[in-house]
């Protein structure tokens, strides 16, 4: 749903959305990658990007999926008609696969389908359909003032920490600690600048992109209150 209203709209410098769908869904059990299983007759992945596209001031939407999955993704978009959409292989793992979807915006190495690139990067998981123009644009516009910008849930359950021998060692208090969720949103330049300078073991084992912002360009990211449907399926 958008809001509707032309204040929700950020300013109207370019800004692009980054879906990482590379994942093989190995939690959930299906012999089919969750972003692909269909849900009342449409795949999961076309409801989040249908999302993105009903955003006028969205530029470019950028799915990134495993190289099996190339053909299954450009399908989907030709079958519900989405628009505004390119697909682009991904990596063994998430930050590889994010960093494949930014580099269409700068790298030479994807010269052939450069595009034009934006203020502000979007990056949201395409297995989070339940994502409105409000909190988007929340994200973008702290972003444009602080760099980086992620949407935060309150911990539901406490955060325990197991030690070697399988017994309690500690637990987190609740109240200081939050559940880091998407949209998360960056300028450009500080999000590329930082998968640039990062490390195989970054790239390999890292899944939080707001850290990579604070750890390389020293960008600490306004954290934004988010709603209680941006889960993960």
């Not at 449409?42 to 993105?52: D, F, Q």
């Not at 990056?123 to 409000?134: G, L, M, N, Q, T």
């Not at 003032?145 to 309150?154: L, R, T, V, W």
Request: hydrophobic share 40%; glycine share 8%; charged share 20%.
């Amino acid at each position: 749903r958008s809001s509707g209203s032309p204040s929700a709209s950020p300013a109207v410098a370019p800004v692009a959305a980054v879906l990482p769908a590379g994942g093989s869904g190995e939690r959930l059990g299906s012999a089919t990658p969750k972003q692909f299983c269909a849900l009342q007759g449409r795949p999961l992945v076309s409801y989040t990007v249908r999302a993105m596209e009903r955003i006028g001031w969205i530029s470019n939407i950028i799915v990134v999926v495993s190289p099996e999955n190339i053909e299954t993704m450009k399908s989907i978009i030709e079958k519900y008609g989405h628009k505004r959409v390119m697909v682009v292989k991904g990596g063994i793992t998430r930050h590889r696969s994010i960093f494949n979807g930014l580099k269409v915006f700068a790298d030479n190495e994807f010269s052939n389908h450069l595009l034009q690139k934006p203020e502000v990067v979007i990056i949201h998981d395409a297995v989070r359909p339940f994502v409105e123009e409000d909190i988007l644009s929340k994200v973008v516009m702290a972003a444009k003032e602080h760099g980086a910008a992620g949407a935060i849930c309150p911990l539901v359950s406490t955060v325990i920490a197991s030690g070697a021998d399988g017994c309690l060692d500690h637990s987190l208090e609740r109240a200081r600690y939050r559940a880091s969720e998407m949209p998360q949103a960056f300028l450009f330049d500080t999000i590329y600048e930082a998968y640039r300078q990062c490390t195989d073991y970054d790239l390999d084992y890292g899944t939080e992109c707001l850290h990579l912002a604070l750890k390389y360009c020293k960008t600490n990211a306004k954290l934004v209150e988010g709603t209680a449907d941006l889960w993960k399926v």
